[in-house]
């Protein structure tokens, strides 16, 4: 039974077309020039019309990929180029705020260089590169130009191993800056170091610290001098019964993202050191609600 339909008779349709073209193709060698342009224009009009926009439409894909891949490329090279800068930005400053620190405190603080080992377990430790020679002695404070980074743990002839506050044996004697309430800063681990906090504790229950209060050394004990920042009040953390609570801090310092830093060489003076950070953002006498930044 002979088919029927359009979609069986459309390639019938074809044929003569096809015929048509072969002829024109064998007899082209023998046709005038003029002739000839005649019709390769007609040809480019009819039948090599879809095959033209075909690779017209392939050329023009081909040069968009191209086009898309150069303006990648651009974009990933701005990215780079971006980050690096503001990472440049950003140790700038901490590297100018720490110089102004340094001036304040004259000889009493080392500048040093901090480097981290790296190693499984040593994620709260950190290494300065001056040591017994220079008059650095265990239990000093580490400092940022933000307050306070850590303290020495073992010193060695050129160089001295720290912790910063996310290591579980830190302790600080602190206080409000306020004087009007006294405790202990200690660390509190997480599940990854990004969970671990800070935390005032054995503060009396009567005693009432507000949000975002300042908390720096006491200076009790004679472990670390007076007046250095830790971290600002944030919630309460624990009520112990009627007699003691404790707070959660939001520290002045990241560890991670310090690399320079202040050691102090000069120890047991009892000195007050409130003042070398007066000056900066932290606003070492500033309590919510007296005008300075909370």
Known sequence: MPPYGPERETPRRHIPLAAGVMVLALASPYLSDGFQAQVAVALQG????PFIAMQYRITEGRARADQIEHLQAELDSLIAVSSTRSALVDEN???RELLGLADRAGP???????????????????????????????????VSSRGLVGRILEVRERNAVAIDW???????????????????????????????????????????APEGSL??????AGLLPRGIPVGRIDATAEVQGSWRKSY??????????ITHVLVETQAGTGEDLTGLWAADSTAVGSEPGDGNPG
């Open 166 to 208: 996310t290591h579980p044996d830190f302790r600080a004697s602190a206080m409000l800056a306020s004087g009007s309430m006294y405790g202990i800063v200690e660390n509190r681990r997480g599940s990854f170091r990004e969970d671990d906090r800070l935390m005032l504790n054995g503060t009396a229950y009567h005693e009432r």
């Open 93 to 95: 400053r901490e590297l």
């Open 215 to 220: 908390v720096v050394t006491s200076g009790l």
């Open 46 to 49: 009819t039948a090599l019309a």
């Open 108 to 142: 009493r603080f080392l500048p040093a260089t901090v480097l981290r080992p790296g190693t499984p377990g040593s994620e709260s430790m950190f290494l300065v590169d001056v040591g017994a020679q220079d008059g650095v002695r265990e239990g000093a404070p580490v």
């Open 248 to 257: 959660w801090l939001r520290p002045e310092v990241d560890p991670g993202g």
